[in-house]
């Protein structure tokens, strides 16, 4: 295991991290389940193995990106040897919410429930990561004036290559499959989670919009998204409430009743099962407005 490049920048404030580049040559550091209250962005340098992330299981390869939200729980099963570098943040550090207009990597790296969390990094872009990662190496060692700006404006640029990356691969990913019925089955799926997920909570309530069986839908979403229909709703419930959770002080009855939910203590119990935390201690952890001054350890 080699942690001899490894750099964190702590919140001095609760001795947190804040931002961290990790070098990795094992799986010491991803075998077992992960749900960090940090964004964790994992380049696979060399390796090929299986991811599980979520409710799916996936295959990694070398040159892959995998990119994990707070409380996101995911692992790493190697099948052959694993090497690699991580880039961590807090939402303290940098909040994707809040500039989704600058970056719009939530809902391509991030907080995607359609697609597996990986990017095929090619040839083209791997040294441009490289070059980024090495710049805030460096500047994660300068304590000098506007330290914190420019390592946000590295990892802005991280952030916007890699989700331009992966929006491009999975366009053409969608023209291959053009021709079939069931994406365009998804692509109405899709629009009816977005439209209605603040109401319909259970799988049966999608056929019925869809005219389709609930079975039917099932194997769809199964085959082609590696997830289950009521996986899909739960995530994209989940993604919400955590938005409204790290952007808003909204009680967290309000937060419940607006996602469909009478019952405040019932939407915390489901909120637990999916990250692991209640509510509050995510809004705590990861949470609402809490600026702080950063340092290097």
């Given amino acids: 295991m080699n942690t001899q490049n490894t750099l964190t920048l702590v919140n001095p404030q609760n001795g947190n991290l804040a931002f ?46 995998l990119a994990f939200s707070p409380y996101q729980p995911f692992m790493l099963i ?29 809902g391509v790296l991030f907080n995607n429930i359609y697609q597996p969390p990986i990017v095929a990094l090619d040839e083209k872009t791997r040294p441009t990561l490289q070059m980024l990662i090495q710049q805030m190496q460096t500047e994660m060692q300068n304590t ?25 691969q999975y ?20 629009e009816a989670i977005e439209k209605n997920y603040r109401e319909k909570h259970t799988a049966s309530d999608y056929a019925s919009i869809l005219s389709i069986t609930p079975k039917a839908l099932a194997k769809i979403t199964k085959t082609h998204l590696n997830k289950t229909l009521t996986s899909l709703i739960s995530e994209r419930i989940i993604i919400e409430a955590k938005r409204e959770l790290y952007l808003t002080n909204k009680p967290v009855k ?24 209640s509510p509050q201690i995510y809004r705590n952890t990861v949470g609402f407005d809490r600026l702080s001054s950063l340092t290097v350890n």
Avoid at 32 to 39: A, F, G, L, M, T
Avoid at 146 to 167: D, H, P, V
């Fill in 171 to 190: 366009s053409e990913a969608k023209k291959d499959t053009s021709h079939l019925q069931e994406p365009f089955v998804l692509q109405s799926l899709k």
């Fill in 144 to 168: 000098a004036l506007a330290q914190y700006e420019l390592l946000i404006s590295y990892l802005k640029i991280f952030l916007i290559t890699t989700s331009r990356l992966k929006t491009d």
């Fill in 78 to 106: 190697p099948e052959t040897d694993l090497r690699g570098i991580a880039v961590q943040f807090h939402p303290d550090f940098f909040c994707i919410h809040k500039h989704q207009q600058e970056v719009a990597c939530n």
């Fill in 20 to 65: 961290k580049i990790l070098s990795f040559e094992s799986n010491d550091f991803f075998d077992h389940i992960q749900r960090n209250n940090y964004y964790s962005l994992i380049w696979i340098q060399q390796g090929e193995g299986k991811l599980k992330a979520d409710f799916s299981t996936y295959q990694y390869a070398s040159n892959n990106l």
């Fill in 254 to 277: 309000q937060i419940a009743y607006e996602l469909g939910y009478d019952d405040e203590y019932y939407f915390s119990r489901f909120f637990k099962t999916n990250t692991d935390v």
